[in-house]
């Protein structure tokens, strides 16, 4: 290693009678044979994973694009070529045609989720504790069957279904899930109500109403004239959420703009507020006639419910007359204030803060090292991987996602370039500024390629792989308005034998390259070729037209196999890959140079053209014969790693990369 990186460090910048003078950077490259490792999918322990290498001095992004549309990746500076019919699980490289995409119900769901995690409406998945409180359960009162039942979904990060929940209960528990079922009932009527007259729009499916119950731990940080309060309702927030997204009925547009900003200041703002909409709901409710045993309080985009004076047993408002107890007005209090990021009631006398809607923001910097985005790496690699601190290290982290050997080009004006340039970076994303993810990507001339995530596994519950791929697959469509050239996704390797790698299939209508003619092939006409057998041609198939029309799996794989990524499988495949030392031995790293058994072709490649670097001069492999290098015909000789370096970088490569010799 210390001496191939010496070699490198020695490479001048003058050129000679081959030089590239690409305006984007040269790309100049040291062949590193054919590398073999353990592989990290099939976990065989023999060295079956079998890839050519290259070690990058510098890569223009023209020549690495070119370089990932013959099958290769980069790890650092270290650039690889799984030998397609060697390795054990061979893997295709895949992409999206971004203007193509249709998002699957499982990436609008997660989408969605997202959503009303930044609008308040959502805190993430309940735990045992959270469970217990909001459905007045004490953990004596519940049989062991439903504790395992709780302790099972928390270990998940999933939720108790209502169905289930209600089975494992016992009667008492289940008259008082009546009570919040009853007010949530009363709640959609109201919503279907607006829907009816056109204050809200009828093309929309709105959620129905969740309604919590107030434990008596909330209730005590309450003043004392809302000790009464028993249920509360966010549904305020999700509609709220859902206006924002799409064209208001002129009605809600009027009311959210004269209460936020004034009769004169209506174009300022043409968005709904949370508070206006549990307003309108509380005064619908109060029409309706109220709700018999409960008081009606509209706050800070909560419906408030408190019980009636004398009311100290809620089940008994089912028994008695309804006809007796009167509405009571809408109370319009700022007395409590809400912390919409938690959904928690607070004191006036606690917090005056007013909590706003949380906000995500995405930040592409050029890669380069973060101390911040380091600490993320190893919580995610100790909690994820279950990986030891100790073996964590800044030097690696920095070999793997910091060192690119890619030439950065600056913006232009000329529609070519997006406005961050092409090059190498790091996207981070941010939760009212907090660190959350980082991807690492490659921006490319026309696409970008996704290399690595890491994320906060406290934020496992928001599914971020997903949420960054979406929001990169935007990415590309906004930048594409700009730099026409910028269509498609690169989402790394996808490898059919490994079930965990297929979730990226599911971003359809996704294409896999050809290993062998370099062609493009829809997924669903590779698909049942790769069912038959792991390495195959895939432009071999004579019939490939009448697959389009045949459906042969029927699956969604976004629900299949995309899960295995929240539970810890990274979004990208990003393989940390050791660089071969150079004072190993052929034998001993498994470099293989010349012509093998199953490189019988390699005399066929012409090698005349191939532009090679010597002591920062650089030239045509046909200009070389003054130094005798040409006719010597072993298969150690420059002519074989000449031939075999063609055949994997294909001609029009090898005339524009210099290959660097000592």
């Not at 919040?180 to 499916?205: G, T």
């Not at 209460?259 to 549990?278: N, T």
């Not at 619908?284 to 409960?294: D, H, V, W």
């Not at 960054?468 to 996704?489: D, F, M, N, R, T």
Request: glycine content about 6%; aromatic content about 8%.
């Amino acid at each position: 290693m210390s001496r191939k990186m010496s070699r490198r460090a020695d490479l001048g910048s003058s050129s000679g009678n081959g030089s590239n003078n690409n305006k984007r950077g040269q790309s100049i490259v040291e062949d590193c044979g054919v590398h073999r490792t353990t592989c990290g999918y099939c976990k065989s322990n023999a060295r079956n994973s079998i890839a050519h290498g290259l070690l990058a001095d510098s890569i223009s992004v023209d020549d690495y694009q070119d370089l990932l549309d013959r099958g290769w990746r980069r790890s650092g500076v270290f650039l690889y070529k799984p030998e397609m019919e060697r390795t054990c699980c061979p893997p295709y490289t895949i992409r999206l045609k971004v203007d193509s995409f249709v998002p699957s119900k499982e990436q609008t769901r997660v989408y969605r989720r997202m959503q009303r995690f930044l609008d308040g409406s959502y805190d993430g998945p309940r735990t045992v504790g959270d469970m217990q409180k909001e459905s007045a359960i004490t953990p004596g009162r519940l049989c062991s069957s439903t504790i395992n039942m709780f302790a099972k979904a928390e270990m998940q990060g999933t939720s108790v279904s209502p169905k289930a929940l209600s089975d494992a209960q016992n009667s008492k528990t289940s008259e008082i899930d009546e009570e919040a079922i009853y007010i949530s009932r009363k709640i959609d009527d109201v919503v279907n109500a607006c829907v009816e007259s056109e204050e809200l729009p009828a093309d929309v499916n709105f959620p129905k109403a969740a309604v919590k119950k107030v434990t008596v731990q909330r209730k005590k940080k309450l003043q004392e004239t809302f000790k009464d309060l028993k249920y509360s309702s966010s549904i305020s927030f999700q509609i709220a959420a859902i206006l924002n997204n799409m064209k208001l009925p002129e009605k809600l547009k009027s009311a959210s703009e004269v209460l936020e900003h004034g009769q004169g200041q209506q174009e300022r703002s043409r968005e709904v507020s949370a508070i206006v909409v549990a307003e309108k709901l509380a005064f619908k409710l109060e029409t309706f006639g109220g709700l018999p045993g409960f008081l009606l309080q509209a706050c800070n985009g909560y419906l408030n419910f408190f019980s009636s004076d004398g009311m100290q047993d809620l089940g008994q408002s089912f028994s008695r007359n309804t006809s007796a107890v009167k509405p009571c007005p809408v109370l319009l209090s700022s007395k409590i204030k809400v912390d919409e990021k938690r959904a928690v009631f607070c004191d006036d006398n606690q917090s005056s803060e007013k909590h706003e809607r949380q906000r995500l923001e995405i930040r592409f910097n050029r890669s380069s090292f973060d101390p911040q985005e380091f600490a993320l790496y190893k919580k995610y690699q100790i909690k994820v991987h279950n990986d030891r601190p100790q073996d964590v290290e800044e030097s690696s982290y920095k070999r793997f996602l910091v060192d690119t050997p890619l030439v950065y080009v600056p913006p232009t004006n000329d529609n070519t370039v997006p406005t961050c340039g092409l090059g190498s970076f790091h996207q981070q994303y941010l939760i009212d500024g907090q660190l959350v993810a980082v991807g690492v990507v490659d921006i490319l001339p026309k696409c970008l390629s996704s290399k690595y995530l890491f994320w906060d596994p406290d934020f496992a519950f928001l599914s971020l792989g997903k949420i960054s791929a979406l929001e990169e697959i935007k990415w590309v469509q906004e930048a594409q308005k700009q730099c026409p050239s910028l269509q498609y996704y690169y989402l790394g390797y996808y490898i059919h034998s490994c079930p965990k790698m297929r979730y990226k299939a599911a971003y359809n209508p996704s294409e896999l390259l050809c290993p062998v003619r370099y062609q493009w092939i829809p997924f669903q006409i590779a698909k049942p070729l790769l069912d038959g057998k792991l390495y195959v041609c895939l432009s071999d198939y004579p019939n490939a037209e009448s697959i389009l029309s045949q459906d042969h799996d029927g699956q969604d794989l976004s629900g299949q196999d995309d899960h295995e990524m929240e539970d810890g499988l990274e979004m990208y495949d990003g393989e940390l890959l050791e660089i071969p030392n150079s004072d190993s031995s052929d034998d001993s790293i498994g470099i293989e140079y010349g012509i093998a058994n199953s490189d019988g072709d390699l005399a066929a490649e012409d090698i005349s053209g191939v532009l090679i670097q010597i002591k920062g001069l650089q030239f045509r492999f046909q200009d070389l014969q003054t130094f005798g290098l040409m006719d010597r015909g072993t298969p150690d000789s420059l002519v074989g790693h000449l031939r075999k370096y063609v055949k994997v970088v294909g001609t029009e490569l090898s005339k524009r990369m210099a290959y660097c010799l000592a």
